[in-house]
T-cell receptor
Framework: KAGVTQTPRYLIKTRGQQVTLSCSPI?????VSWYQQTPGQGLQFLFE???????NKGNFPGRFSGRQFSNSRSEMNVSTLELGDSALYLC??????????FGPGTRLTVL | AQSVTQLDSQVPVFEEAPVELRCNYS??????LFWYVQYPNQGLQLLLK??????LVESINGFEAEFNKSQTSFHLRKPSVHISDTAEYFC????????????FGAGTRLAVHP
């Protein structure tokens, strides 16, 4: 089975722009979670989607949003980018609780 | 609220020496506990987890961790490390019923020297 794939792997944006990141889960996995990893704040949970519904959410501003499609692929969107949004964004998929498989991440740089 | 403290940000060790990476958690409810490893420029890989049952859990590559409820700890150990174990290690907790939401510690960078 192919692993979790994330596109793009690297992205450079400027302040004020918006960005969309994509995550394709392992085949058959219906849960997709997103995490932000920064040197200062570490790994922080953004949200989780299951069968196209958000069922858990972290403590991030409304500029961060996501969605999941019927094929379980997920996107996350960040609007009005700030310098502090520079991070590695990790996606994880799961077919059952407490067993997540992480993708390689998308490294976002905001200039 | 749950929190995870990894007591050492960096642990240098010589090859074939034993190592312990410390993790303490805080929670008002029962938790599930995890150790993940991250190699440079890669995502996270699950090393081992404790959900219930035996308090000692093992991974396939020689790591083990012991859940200690009274000390709220879940320390990771390996009796003999290899150069290839050099990576960042994250301890994490989740709450039963919290679906897949993980709360991570700040990470411990394990550097194995020849």
């Amino acid at each position: 089975k192919a692993g979790v794939t994330q596109t793009p792997r690297y992205l450079i944006k400027t302040r004020g722009q918006q960005v969309t990141l994509s995550c394709s889960p392992i085949s058959g996995h219906r849960s997709v979670s997103w995490y932000q990893q920064t040197p200062g704040q570490g790994l922080q949970f953004l949200f989780e989607y299951f069968s196209e519904t958000q069922r858990n959410k972290g403590n991030f501003p409304g500029r961060f949003s996501g969605r999941q499609f019927s094929n379980s692929r997920s996107e996350m969107n960040v609007s009005t980018l700030e310098l502090g949004d520079s991070a590695l964004y990790l996606c994880a998929s799961s077919s059952r609780p407490n067993e997540q498989f992480f993708g390689p991440g998308t490294r976002l740089t905001v200039l | 609220a749950q929190s995870v403290t990894q007591l050492d940000s960096q642990v240098p060790v010589f090859e074939e020496a034993p190592v312990e990476l410390r993790c303490n958690y805080s929670s008002s409810v029962s938790v599930y506990l995890f150790w993940y490893v991250q190699y440079p420029n890669q995502g996270l890989q699950l090393l081992l987890k404790y959900l219930s049952g035996s308090t000692l859990v093992e991974s396939i590559n020689g790591f083990e961790a012991e859940f200690n409820k009274s000390q709220t700890s879940f320390h990771l150990r390996k009796p003999s490390v290899h150069i290839s174990d050099t990576a960042e290690y994250f301890c994490a907790v989740s709450e039963p019923g919290g679906y897949n939401k993980l709360i991570f510690g700040a990470g411990t960078r394990l550097a194995v020297h020849p």
